[in-house]
């Protein structure tokens, strides 16, 4: 097929041939950039996500993302204030021995 195409084009030498063989894979990117990819876009899915939590309740019901929790919502549940939210729960301080 490229053979076909090379042989069609218009000029003779070869650098000729090149530079018009650019110009028209330039020209159809274009046109598929400006005209083919926003006519196709609300077409594809690519904008319908939803994220989920491990449990299946979508990002920011549960208030972890910042979201505001009201009491008794189900899903949440009252965690105790005790301690850091980001504590470990091994030592971090004595090196790990093997098992």
Known sequence: MYAWIWRHLPFR????????????????????WYV????AEPLLPFGDVQVT???GVPAGESGESGAPVQPGAPGVEDEP?????HDIPYSTEQPATPR
């Open 13 to 32: 030498p070869w650098p000729a041939k090149l530079a018009t063989s650019l110009v028209l894979i330039a020209a159809i990117g274009a046109l598929f």
């Open 36 to 39: 083919v990819f926003p006519w």
């Open 53 to 55: 939590e491990d449990s």
């Open 81 to 85: 204030a005790t301690g850091d939210e």
